[in-house]
């Protein structure tokens, strides 16, 4: 057995600074311990024969290492990948070592002992930290980055040298009760420019997704930064950014990992990092999923995944009734390799530059699914990303999957409309969806009947939202005329109605109370949720009209079920996900193949 020689002296280096490629180090102990956003993260002695570091953490990817048992005690590894930066507060911070690649040279059951007798890297001589003969010549000082300092009095300020590689701290370190600091981190990404009108006056802002190795972190720029900032920043670029003021982040509008979120200020500064190519800060991911299976995900659901344009529509205007805001967007029909068709709609300048007509490759993230009369279609909103023609390989597969008559005949249309409702969907009556225990598990459960609507609550079936096309939030009536969004922290002088409609529907086995948001609530009443909202509250005798009519009536329901937790009870709760008139033959169909799976004949036809 032949042991890995270690890389002596190596961390005293590393420590003060000096970039060291491959290094060759011994795990003599590894923690887990707890982040500031409550992930597990694992914490190392790590020794190169001559000096230990106690200040080692692994990134969060390598967590399965550990988990499989590839890092015990006395294990050799070589550094693939690693960053220093500064943990805690000026003049009592401490530099730690971030691992985010590593290779395993040989497992502590072979190596079985402690080699040297290394004592902390700070007690080095300083002939350790003087680059050796054979090592190569000092880098040249960096090109002069583009840096933005929102300070018009002092237009040339810079960080006093504090923006660099070796000073940045990790997202995961940030809290409000720092004042001093810099993290270097990607843009995963940016949301649109989003503007509001009240009686305390106009505004903007735009708020961006930040990553590193620790973690991630939400940043937004209101008015004058937001000016200043926004097309200065991109989408994949790598930024060193200080200054910005920390708040706790509000859960129930950020989906990030982190306990905190950014606002930028006055003393904002934004740096552009030139040499992001070699940086260790990871790159935007994307969990391709294939068309075909978007058919079987939750109505909402957040997706990514790739397709080439196939067919490609005209670019359509319209303003919202509620806003009076004009809104542009274009629908395209993406195919994959799946066999599989779907709609993508895009928004705004992405809708009018768009050039469909060349069928590009196109691949997006976070995009939103919306489910309608059984088919579903996706949509960028906010906080996507869609790319044309990437330099990836599945780019490349895709595009000669395509041009050798690929999407010629793709069956699965995943966007059209079902007439008889969604069949992907298992029947089931009412009672056997309850016999069966549907919903008692960690995810929904999915199901679809034909049923006969009973009866339909008039009471508490609509809400006053806010009038912003991207919000739905319930506004506060602030009794003069005004109406207060805590979403987008605006007043507004007007609302839009949302649909919220609670009704009992039965089969021949069963009734049950289910519930359906705004547009299934359009489809089955027939009106717009804004007529409706006018007749509940200025005109009885029209909104009688309209819920009668309701009444039984038969639909193809296709309904989610999950058990809800309500105080001490738990209560087994049906909602409506899509809606559909009754195809009988298709119904029809589905009636004869039970028969025949009951009875065992089959059919002589």
Not at 432 to 458: E, M, N, S, T, Y
Request: charge should be neutral.
């Amino acid at each position: 057995m032949v042991l890995a020689t270690l890389t002596g002296g190596v961390i005293a280096r590393i420590m003060h600074g000096e970039m060291v490629e491959g290094p060759v180090l011994q795990i003599l102990a590894i923690k887990k311990i707890n982040s500031t956003a409550d992930a597990e993260r694992y914490r190392i002695l790590i020794s190169d024969g001559k000096y230990f570091n106690s200040y080692a953490m692994l990134a969060s990817q390598l967590n399965q290492m550990q988990h499989n048992g590839e890092l015990d005690e006395f294990t050799i590894v070589r550094l693939d990948k690693y960053v220093t930066s500064m943990v805690g507060k000026d003049g009592a911070g401490k530099r730690v070592l971030i691992i985010s690649e590593l290779t395993v040279l040989n497992p502590g059951a072979e190596v079985k002992a402690k080699i040297g007798e290394p004592v902390t890297y700070e007690n080095a001589a300083k002939q350790d930290l003087a680059p050796k003969a054979a090592a190569p010549a000092p880098a040249k000082p960096a090109a002069k980055k583009e840096l933005v300092h929102n300070n018009n009095n002092n237009n040339n300020v810079t960080l006093n040298g504090t923006i660099n590689a070796g000073l940045t701290h990790p997202i995961s370190s940030l809290s409000p009760y720092q004042n001093k600091w810099v993290i270097k981190a990607r843009v995963t990404s940016k949301s649109a420019i989003r503007t509001w009108s009240n009686a305390r006056g106009e505004g903007k802002l735009f708020s961006m997704d930040l990553m590193d190795e620790s973690g991630e972190i939400r940043a937004t720029a209101f008015k004058e930064q937001c000016d200043k900032f926004y097309d200065l920043i991109q989408v994949e670029s790598v930024y060193y950014i200080s200054k910005c003021q920390l708040k706790p982040a509000n859960k129930q509008y950020s989906t990030l990992n982190n306990a905190y979120e950014m606002t930028f200020s006055g003393e904002t500064v934004v740096q552009l990092c030139e040499d992001a190519d070699g940086d260790p800060v990871p790159e935007i991911k994307y969990n391709l999923i294939p068309i075909a299976d978007v058919s079987s995900m939750e109505n909402k659901a957040v997706v990514d995944t790739i397709g080439i344009c196939k067919e490609v529509g005209e670019v359509q205007s319209f303003v919202s009734r509620s806003t009076n805001k004009e809104f542009t967007k274009r629908d395209i029909t993406l195919v994959d390799m799946s066999n599989a068709a779907i709609t993508l709609t895009i928004w705004g300048d992405d809708a009018v530059n768009f050039d469909g007509h060349v069928q590009p490759v196109v691949m997006v993230k976070g995009t939103r699914i919306n489910e309608f009369n059984g088919g579903k279609s996706l949509s960028l909103s906010g906080g996507s990303i869609m790319k044309i023609n990437p330099d990836i390989p599945e780019a490349h597969k895709l595009r000669g999957w395509f041009d050798n008559g690929g999407g010629d005949n793709v069956a699965n249309m995943v966007s059209a409309r079902t007439g008889g409702g969604n069949f992907s969907a298992d029947w089931m009556t009412l009672k056997d969806a309850r016999l069966r225990g549907l919903g008692a598990g960690d995810k929904p459960d999915f199901f679809q009947c034909k049923a006969v609507v009973h009866i339909v609550k008039q009471e508490n079936s609509f809400y006053r939202a806010c009038p912003q096309s991207d919000c739905n939030k319930k506004v506060i009536d602030e009794g003069n005329d005004q109406y207060r969004c805590e979403k987008c922290n605006a007043l507004y002088p007007n609302f839009k109605y949302r649909l919220l409609l609670n009704m009992s529907i039965g089969d021949w086995t069963s009734n049950r109370w289910v519930s359906s948001f705004n547009e299934v609530g359009e489809q089955l009443l027939g009106h717009s949720s804004q007529v409706v909202g006018e007749a509940l509250e200025n005109d009885q005798a029209k909104a009688e009209e309209i819920f009668s009519a309701l009444n039984f009536t038969s639909h193809i329901f296709k309904l989610r079920c999950k058990n809800e937790v309500y105080g001490d009870m738990t209560r087994n709760k049906l909602t409506v996900q899509s809606v559909a008139p009754i195809n009988y033959k298709e119904y029809n169909k589905h009636l004869l193949k039970e028969l025949q799976e009951i009875t065992g004949i089959g059919s002589s036809n």
